[in-house]
């Protein structure tokens, strides 16, 4: 069955920098555009970054955009999100999901990771 594994979060300093992965397993990686969304607490789960399945065009939320970088290495079949300059606002639970295409919509998307808490303190 398809799995799609996040690394651990952890918590970081305001400033600091973290970098995601997502292991996936059960489908064919390369074939699928890849996307990160998170969800703080009492919050509706939002996007954060997309990448087309070739890795050629990534698209970013307004409110990380020039801090997190997605990438993907379709040889490991595994996603990646670099998240700099973090903020406290950055706090949330990070989810990497796969989607035959490539949206920002969490309706876009047909798979799930169980999600990884990132924790940024002021």
């Known amino acids: 069955q398809v799995q799609l594994v996040e690394s651990a979060g952890g918590l970081v300093q305001a400033g600091g920098s973290l970098r995601l992965s997502c292991a996936a397993s059960?489908?064919?990686?390369?074939?699928?555009?890849m996307g990160w969304f998170r969800q703080a607490p009492g919050k509706e789960r939002e996007f954060v970054a997309a990448?087309?399945?070739?890795?050629?065009?990534?698209y970013y939320a307004d409110s990380v955009k020039g801090r997190f970088t997605i990438s993907r290495d379709n040889a490991k079949n595994t996603l990646y999100l670099q998240m700099n300059s973090l903020k406290p606002e950055d706090t949330a639970v990070y989810y990497c999901?796969?989607?035959?295409?490539?949206?920002?919509?969490?309706?876009?998307?047909?798979?799930w990771g169980q999600g990884t808490q990132v924790t940024v303190s002021s």
């Open positions: 999901a796969a989607s035959l295409g490539t949206g920002t919509a969490y309706r876009d998307y047909h798979y």
């Open positions: 059960g489908l064919a990686f390369s074939s699928y555009g």
């Open positions: 990448i087309r399945s070739s890795g050629h065009s990534t």
